[in-house]
């Protein structure tokens, strides 16, 4: 072993670290040869000694008072309305402030997309009166719970892992034997609020069930409605009353909204 | 109850303190506030600091302990995170502690040729003063040699447990432990050597 070879391992021979035995004997022969070594060896040993000896005297701990302090906070922090959501943060207002703003930002972007749906809807129930167009990218619902509906969609939907835009649920809702509810007559909707957003679906991504949004819209009272495909901040699931991961509050969600024929968002779900 | 708590681990104690379980969490805090506290006191050198990181420690704790993830380390890693990274801000704020040039950081030690005496430096110190003055020069390492020196040799941690709670690869720690204590080494000597100094200087004046 050469003095270079030795300098590299001299710190884990002195603090008694894990080293390979036929390192660590080489060393040690290393170090009977060569008196610089020797010494260097010596330093670190008494470097190791001499921290050690001062770690032993720090017999410090923690002041008794603040473990009461802390079971104090941990009594009043653990709440059963705090233990329901115990990743939100709860005692910081400046992230509880950001929060509120982010779940209002995207309450308006909700509202403003539905807005444009509704108006785009208006403009092609006109269109569609006077050209009746080939096969457009929009769904058609039955007559039925569309929460439902959309419930046993997605189930199959998600067994498949393939979804797209233009899947039609009225397949779907054919084999649905358990309903009978009548069937409105099929017609066709207005063309898709994004059409780009059709040609984005992935064979391989996958969808969670719709979650029926009850507090926007009475599902029970869809009769057709279209499935759009947008992207926003994961924050704005918070709005919707679902669960939200603090930590990607800030990254964008894909997910699919049905929307009624009224323009209101009937169901969510999320695409990954 | 406590008998009980005292023998499960400290996973388990997480997950029973996150449901609600103050026991579980006093035990949680018997066990681990220590350990906390020294590392903060010993980067710090400062009680008032040590006690503000050991605090925040576990309320961050009780706030964000379902963020814990077992895949990345142990609840006793995961609480040397929290408690670094709060150190680290909190000196980064006060700024209170002088600091190595960069230029002796990044210097190699292996053919630094003020390592290589035959006196040993920390025999020139007196025992007390000896803890003392390593103490001092513990503190006087930039942060980033100071984490490795108390993580490894005062807390006896190894080379993955210090890379696991700092987040970096284990050959930096091992290089940073090397070029922490050659630094060590040079300031004790330092020490030792204007300490002879002084006391040649008053025998001298005595006689």
Redesign the interface.
Known sequence: MTC?EF??VV?DL??E??IEAATRKRALAHARACS?CA??L???R??????????S??R????AR??T???V???Q??T?AN?AA??V???ESPRRWSRYLMAAAAALMLAAILLALQILHQQSKVESSTNPGPAMAAQELPSKDAASQMNGVTGQASRESSVTNKENVQPAARNDKTTNAPRLPRRRLRPVFRPELANRTSPAETVTEFIPLTAIADATAMHSGTIVRVEMPRASLIAMGLPLNA?RARETVKADIVVGDDGLARAIRLVY | MRESLATINDETLLRLMMTGDAEAFAELYDRRQSGVYRFALRMSGSHAIAEDVTQDVFMALMRDGNLYDSLRGSVAAYLYGIARNRVLKRLARDRAFVSLSDEATDEGVAGDARLIVQADPLAELARNETIEAVRQAILALPAHYREVVVLCNMQEMNYEQAAAIIGCPVGTVRSRLHRARAMLINKLRAMGEAESTVRITAKRCAL
């Open positions: 270079e300098e590299r710190t002195a603090c670290f894990l610089r010494a260097r010596q330093q670190e008494a470097l190791t000694a001499a921290l050690g000896e001062a770690a005297r720090e410090t701990q923690a002041p603040m473990k302090a802390l079971l906070a941990f009594q922090q653990m059963p233990l115990p990743l943060s709860r005692n930590e």
